[in-house]
């Protein structure tokens, strides 16, 4: 079974940047695409960004594309999303999902049994 676990949120200025880091152990991180996706409250669940197995290819939601950049290094089971130019609407709970189905044009699907906890990232103006 999968164990995913998210690193790296906490509190930032608006304008200010935040890596957020999303490992995963025990099973076959490196075939899986997969994404981030985040929860304001009072707000459901979205899409943020989301890149292949391979690492070869991206796809960003509307509202992050251009200051945010999702990255992965296989060799440590490890997926990565560098958040910059942050604003206060970025706030929320960030999920990864360490296996979805991946869409080089449309939002992936995340698949049940691969979330990890979420960590908070608070943005103030």
């Known amino acids: 079974q999968v164990r995913v676990v998210e690193s790296g949120g906490g509190l930032a200025q608006a304008g200010e940047s935040l890596r957020l880091s999303c490992t995963a152990s025990?099973?076959?991180?490196?075939?899986?695409?997969m994404g981030w996706f985040r929860q304001a409250p009072g707000k459901k669940r979205e899409f943020v960004a989301a890149i292949s197995g391979s690492g070869d290819s991206t796809y960003y939601s509307d509202s992050v594309k251009g200051r945010f950049t999702i990255s992965r290094d296989n060799a440590k089971n490890t997926g990565y999303l560098e958040m910059s130019s942050l604003e206060p609407e970025d706030t929320a709970v960030y999920y990864c999902?360490?296996?979805?189905?991946?869409?080089?044009?449309?939002?992936?699907?995340?698949?049940?049994?691969?979330w990890g906890q979420g960590t908070q990232v608070t943005v103030s103006s």
């Open positions: 025990g099973g076959t991180f490196y075939s899986g695409a």
């Open positions: 999902n360490a296996d979805v189905v991946y869409y080089t044009d449309y939002e992936p699907l995340p698949r049940d049994d691969y």
